[in-house]
């Protein structure tokens, strides 16, 4: 019980500083004088005002009037559960069902996660070239927390990471808000997407603490193969920069592709790897992730570790029905469910493809995995627009198709298109955006400087 004690009732708890001490349980407290505000002044925290999301930003600002004689075709949403045609599997609803009806996890979890769950995570992904026990595991709410947890881990206010573009903008969204500086290292599109390994390797500096690997990418749908993650974690282990590897389209690869997670390849560099269940399992209101400790050397070390515990208590993020299902969805969803997907974004990232190639002013470049595809705008040829944003804007307006600009990704003059739809809208909007650009290109003429050498 608190009580104030009798020196201050009685005047013996004025000191000669005008200082009141208020007694608590026995210990005294000095209590300051209140000043009294005179108005009220609420404004949002720093934090907020530095929060700042690139694809909201640009898409709440365009002026998108779908034709009215059209019906929209919505290609720019990174949901694979948006046109209904991609459910998950019956084996994952029923892991959910008997989670539920056990009644064994209506309670909290703990902030890491139950044991049980972690280990089946640490069973799925541990493989003999990086090995994983459930104290290696964390589980958290969606990737998205995923990612934040591991750059919240690494870096402080002042520090820089290095993310790459075009590439995913919860990144930058993440970081700026904490006071992180993000330098962007280029992806090359005329090599399917790869680093720019000399550009990455120039940004690192003393203050350099976190390198994010996208592998497979949104929004390029690019795969590194072994060769080239090997040369990212040789960049990464002359520097000494972990690397936080985003693998949310882990084992989405198109066949004939392959690539093993930046973890099994790597022999100094320690990974923080963050997937989770939303897109593999076509799940992502679920909000189950995950981050997988890879520590070589002992380099994290226990204070990582136990960092990662600190922060995960900050909120109780993933799901407790989620995690007890958790086992059962990743030891009972049948490889069937997997390669059916797999198959139907090869095929409509073909038809994508295909249909864009033959279109005069448009570069598709063809993905290997994940579920998109990306397509440059010769802008020359289409003088009645500035950029994408306002190419993409008009081809709502008259074809009603909405394609996400790629400034959205800080990669101008290019397009990104989800190919998670049904084919027969998937070619309907690829003869509509023909349509478009037969109306607006222009074959690109050499200005009159150039006629007159």
Known sequence: MYFLSLEILNGKGVHGNGIHHVSVNGSFYPAKAKSRRQRWEVKPSEMANNTFNPIRAIVDGMKLTPNPDKPMIALSIGDPTVFGNLPTDDAVLQAMKDAIDSQKYNGYAPSVGYLKSRQAVANFFSCPEAPLEAEDVILTSGCSQAIDLAISVLCNPGDNILVPCPGFSLYKTLAVSMGIEVKLYNLLPEKSWE?????????????TSCLIVTNPSNPCGSVFNKEHLQKILKVASKHCVPILADEIYSDMVFPGCNSPSMASLSSDVPILSCGGLAKRWLVPGWRMGWILIHDRNDIFGSQIRQGLVKLTQRILGACSIIQGALENILNNTPQSFYDNTISFLKSNSEICFNELSIIPGLNPVMP???????????????????????????????????????TAFEYPNFFRIVVTLP??????????????CERHYRPHSRNSNDLDQ
Do not use: W
């Not at 550009?199 to 203050?207: M, P």
């Not at 994940?370 to 397509?375: C, E, Q, T």
């Not at 084919?423 to 478009?436: H, L, Q």
């Open 423 to 436: 084919e027969e809208m998937m070619v309907e909007a690829c003869g509509r955006i023909r349509e478009f």
């Open 368 to 406: 290997s995995g994940a579920m998109y595809l990306m397509v440059g705008i010769n802008m020359d040829n289409f003088p009645d627009f500035k950029n994408d944003v306002e190419f993409t804007e008009q081809l709502v307006t008259e074809q009603s198709v909405f394609c996400l600009p790629a």
């Open 195 to 207: 680093v720019d390994l000399q550009h990455l390797e120039s940004l690192i500096d003393e203050r």
